[in-house]
């Protein structure tokens, strides 16, 4: 992607919906407190200036029902519309989770192909603002799990823009979650929708790989350059979708460096980063010099107090000294 | 009462149901025979809410369905031998044999599929009359559900979205008593279910289920409802399932006493007899066009049955949309 110019993520993804809505006639996005909260996009900014372009038909905000809401959509784009459902956090999700599970993921399948099923879920995780447990979760690693899904955890701007027109042209239900505490991050931006399924080299290393995302991407290169300092040179890959995902990126980065550490803010045991140390170690068990890391959050809701909501995420420091762990 | 019924229409109604009733007698001798895996739930007694809604509706309009459903996908104009070949998990079923008969799914007739799932046909239905609204292409959608559904929560959140958006969608409550084995009676304390669609401002009707023609005229008047942009409506119609829940159902639950009751207001024989009344056809003509009619089932049992299994490769495909990584 070429750089475009600077922006943070909520306009980044503000301006993907623009596109989106242009694109695809057949769109249309919905969601609890949408058009009227705060500057009227939505509690982050998301869906600003929608209702005034193309107006209450296309753009809605909803009662609170997301059981309805998440089957509706399901349905809705079955019949040949591309909706876009904003959860407004992801944790909120679990109210319809029939409708995400049951019904869209699988109604391809079951019915033979006869369906598509574009639609589209935004939402977002995460931790770091002080939302506590009940708005705080990492989910992806359950969505990824089901089999009919596509999981996007967009780690920059650049990315949130990319993946997001790809997920709203995708014939797929697609799970896109953005972190709550990344909309204010800046980065470049370029105009070009982002393919599923091609995981971004972060940075460039020879002595360790770490595959991380969202924020724990960003405790990775901060991990990365403190490591340099130290004349240890970790390359970043940020997988960008967890399905569809891009292992081959992992075995060339391991390849090279034949180190792998895998950090993820969601709860680390049964998380995405077991299956990806999983494959590689089956696939790529020869381009090993050492056990994998993982690097995940704690077996622990996460609690509201700062120093206490810290303790349960991994830091840069645990990033780092998970490199070292695997390097000794 | 007999315009409708002493007519043609009437007759083809009575024909369907029949059509419908010989099919879902098969169920249980299917499965006996192992070849229906899983569970399948017959419909013997509630034809008349099928066939009498679907004659209400085009092919352009949506029904989303339940575990009980074959009816309500028959009455929509499925084929009767694709329809067997999906309960058997054959090749030429609908869904090639990966659904069976609880996610029997025709996209070209607007069936979304009968449902595992108890209620999830409710948002479904929802989804499909806000697609409508959007697409702006004068469909209507129909939601099947029991009183068993009735109680899950999704209906008052879709009862609710419905009404404030003005979606055309009709909410058709198959009120047989029993959810699984729960008679209703002890399942709600508000026998009155009318009233949860009044509740949330969906405009709300009951009506006799085992009356083709009622239910015809209920459906037809939801559904000018729904097409004219006034919203939706609920129907709560009376009805009875003749058979258990499923094959194999050891019915401790209800007397036998009970169930010959409810077979004397039978929907079939009911409206068989209003016809010979009005001379539409007579008792020897039903004689010969029952056989027929029995006759066409047998084909498409046959045709089932010959039907292959698919092929193994089958159960990888379809995960995700051609060409995106799967």
Known sequence: ?328 | MTEYQANEQGLAGLKLMAKIREFERRMPLLSEEGLIRGSTHPSLGMEAIAVGVSLALTDKDAIASTHRGHAHTLAKGADFGRTMAEILGRKDGYCGGKGGSMHIGVKELGVLGTNGIVGAGIGIATGAALASKQLGDGSVAVSYFGDGASNQGVLAEAFNLAAIWKLPVIFVLENNHYAQSASIDDMVAQPDLTKRGEAYGVPSFSGDGMNLEEVYGLATAAVERARAGEGPTLLVLETYRYLGHMAGDTEIYRTKEEVEAAKSNDPIETLLARLIEAGVITAEEWETTSKELFEEVEAAEQFARNSPYPDVSEAFTDVYAKGASA
């Open chain 1, 1 to 328: 992607m070429s750089a475009g110019k600077d922006m943070v993520t909520w306009r980044a993804l503000n301006a993907a919906m623009h596109q989106i809505m242009e694109d695809h006639p057949e769109s249309f996005t919905l969601g609890e407190d949408i058009t009227t909260w705060g500057t009227g996009g939505g509690t982050y900014g998301v869906t600003r200036g929608l209702l005034k372009k193309f107006g209450r038909e296309r753009v809605m905000d909803t009662p609170i029902s997301e059981e309805v809401l998440l089957s509706a959509v399901s349905a809705a784009a079955s019949r040949g519309t591309r909706p876009i459902l904003e959860i407004m956090y992801s944790d909120f999700s679990f109210l319809g989770f029939d409708g995400i599970i049951n019904q869209a993921a699988k109604n391809r399948y079951m019915f033979g192909g006869q369906f598509d099923v574009p639609v589209t879920i935004r939402s977002n995780g995460g931790s770091g603002i002080g939302k506590a447990a009940q708005h705080s979760q990492s989910l992806e690693t359950l969505f990824a799990h089901i089999p009919g899904l596509e999981v996007v955890v967009p780690g920059t701007p650049g990315d949130a823009y990319g993946l997001l027109r790809t997920a709203a042209a995708s014939d797929n239900p697609t799970i896109f979650l953005e972190h709550k505490n990344q909309y204010y991050d800046r980065g470049p931006v370029g105009t070009e929708a982002i393919p599923f399924g091609q995981a971004r080299i972060a940075r460039e290393g020879k002595h360790a790989t770490v595959v991380a995302t969202q924020q724990i991407l960003s405790y990775s290169l901060q991990a990365a350059e403190e490591l340099a300092a130290e004349g240890i040179e970790v390359e970043v890959i940020d997988p960008r979708t967890l399905y569809p995902f891009d292992m081959d990126a992992v075995y060339a980065s391991v390849g090279k460096t034949r180190h792998l550490v895998v950090g993820h803010e969601a709860v680390r045991d049964y998380g995405w980063g077991a299956e990806f140390v999983a494959q590689t170690v089956e696939a790529a068990w020869d381009k090993l010099d050492a056990a994998p890391v993982r690097v995940g959050g704690s077996r622990a809701p996460i609690p509201y107090a700062q120093v206490l909501e810290e303790a349960v995420i991994p830091s840069k420091d645990d990033i780092v000294a998970a490199v070292k762990r695997t390097l000794a």
